[in-house]
């Protein structure tokens, strides 16, 4: 008998490679600044394999510093998806920020994202 995570996994991986993308994201790293303080140090991931869609939810969302802000494109992974808040990524020369990230169900990794303005 298949799982629903086997059924799940094996719906995901048929949507991802509809539209695939090989996403890297950056990552702000913390790190000693060699005088007793520390410095912010942007750090690229190894590319993962997504599908990125433009969200069709049009319902605000507040983020942890007090945005108050709509989700502009949505990332879709595997479960294992290497992704945090915070995290940045750019597409067709613009920067998008990681907002949110839904780790449920088991089998998939959804996070969404909102343009930063450089």
Known sequence: MISESEVGRSQTDFFINEDPTDLVLRRKDTIPDGAGGTKIV???????????VGSVNPNPVITPDGRTIS???????????DVLEGDEFDIDDKTYEVISVQPDPSWRMVAGAVRRVR
């Open 42 to 52: 942007p750090r690229d991931l190894s590319p993962q394999r997504v599908r990125i």
């Open 71 to 81: 989700i502009q494109k949505s990332i879709v992974g595997f479960h294992e998806l």
